[in-house]
């Protein structure tokens, strides 16, 4: 029974019958037809409870709002007859700072503890939405956003929000990145490349993103130049024969012969 249907019981409990024929309305039951013989109102709302107490079950996925944030656990809100509790140093794992008032997953790990809460996980529930999102960013090519956490051999590692994943070096940028150690705390989007969900294996890949990126900034400018356009750009390499001139995201080469109406040594 939802809390709105009670309080609307308890509501119309004082009415007069009278007042009720008069609205058009048929009479309150009796006590005899409200319980059954022999029920109490005490047993009647034990018997309401245990059915609330059937609605969660063990490994089911929710929402639920944060109420506070102590050093051991953190107290949630998941609209159930006594609030849940996380081991607080499961919010760690998200990509954001997780304050008093957010609404986060949860998964329910124990209905009935000692201390009267429901045991609750935010990493287990936080896992399952991320590997689906990763499965989504492969199958669709959607970028995926992490922070990096460390370098480790060969790359760099990646939380994605409970999940980790890896990015080779030779992936983390258009030309080759010398300082990897530098990259350490950095959010990055990156592109999902290969997936073996069974061994927890997710390879990134960041400089696929940007190739991406620079082939639709290329093909843009190109569709706004034409013969005789005038355009700025700045010089970035010299050759015997000219230069090569960066004309916004695009190289142009200005042969030598072009440079200057003047003999160029």
Same mark, same amino acid.
Do not use: C
């Given at each position: 029974?939802?809390?709105?249907?009670?309080?609307?019981?308890?509501?119309?409990?004082?009415?007069?019958? &009278?007042?009720?024929?008069?609205?058009?309305?048929?009479?309150?039951?009796?006590?005899?037809?409200?319980?059954?013989?022999?029920?109490?109102?005490?047993?009647?709302?034990?018997?309401? *409870?245990?059915?609330? &107490?059937?609605?969660?079950?063990?490994?089911?996925?929710?929402?639920?709002?944060?109420?506070?944030?102590?050093?051991?656990?953190?107290?949630?809100?998941?609209?159930?007859?006594?609030?849940?509790?996380?081991?607080?140093?499961?919010?760690?794992?998200?990509?954001?700072?997780?304050?008093?008032?957010? *609404?986060?997953?949860?998964?329910?790990?124990?209905?009935?503890?000692?201390?009267?809460?429901?045991?609750?996980?935010?990493?287990?529930?936080?896992?399952?939405?991320?590997?689906?999102?990763?499965?989504?960013?492969?199958?669709?090519?959607?970028?995926?956003?992490?922070?990096? &956490?460390?370098?480790?051999?060969?790359?760099?590692?990646?939380?994605?929000?409970?999940?980790?994943?890896?990015?080779?070096?030779?992936?983390?940028?258009?030309?080759?990145?010398?300082?990897?150690?530098?990259?350490?705390?950095?959010?990055?989007?990156?592109?999902?490349?290969?997936?073996?969900?069974?061994?927890?294996?997710?390879?990134?890949?960041?400089?696929?993103?940007?190739?991406?990126?620079?082939?639709?900034?290329?093909?843009?400018?190109?569709?706004?130049?034409? *013969?005789?356009?005038?355009?700025?750009?700045?010089?970035?390499?010299?050759?015997?024969?000219?230069?090569?001139?960066?004309?916004?995201?695009?190289?142009?080469?200005?042969?030598?012969?072009?440079?200057?109406?003047?003999?160029?040594?």
């Amino acid at each position: 029974m939802s809390e709105e249907a009670i309080t609307m019981d308890v509501n119309n409990m004082d009415q007069p019958v &009278t007042d009720a024929h008069s609205a058009g309305m048929p009479p309150a039951p009796s006590d005899s037809e409200a319980t059954a013989p022999g029920e109490s109102f005490g047993e009647l709302l034990g018997s309401l *409870e245990e059915q609330t &107490t059937t609605t969660l079950t063990i490994g089911q996925r929710l929402t639920g709002k944060v109420l506070a944030i102590n050093e051991d656990v953190t107290l949630v809100d998941i609209g159930y007859k006594t609030e849940g509790v996380i081991p607080t140093e499961e919010l760690q794992i998200s990509l954001k700072e997780i304050t008093i008032g957010d *609404e986060i997953p949860v998964v329910v790990k124990q209905l009935e503890s000692p201390d009267g809460y429901v045991k609750l996980s935010y990493a287990e529930a936080q896992r399952k939405l991320v590997w689906e999102a990763i499965d989504r960013a492969l199958k669709t090519g959607t970028p995926i956003r992490g922070r990096i &956490t460390e370098r480790i051999k060969g790359g760099l590692r990646v939380n994605l929000g409970g999940v980790d994943a890896f990015l080779p070096a030779s992936q983390v940028d258009l030309r080759q990145v010398r300082n990897l150690e530098a990259w350490k705390g950095r959010e990055i989007e990156a592109k999902v490349i290969k997936v073996n969900r069974r061994q927890n294996n997710i390879v990134l890949s960041r400089r696929v993103l940007l190739e991406e990126e620079e082939a639709r900034r290329r093909a843009e400018i190109l569709s706004q130049l034409d *013969e005789g356009y005038i355009v700025e750009g700045r010089i970035k390499s010299l050759a015997d024969y000219g230069a090569f001139v960066d004309i916004g995201g695009i190289d142009g080469l200005l042969h030598i012969t072009d440079i200057s109406w003047k003999k160029i040594a």
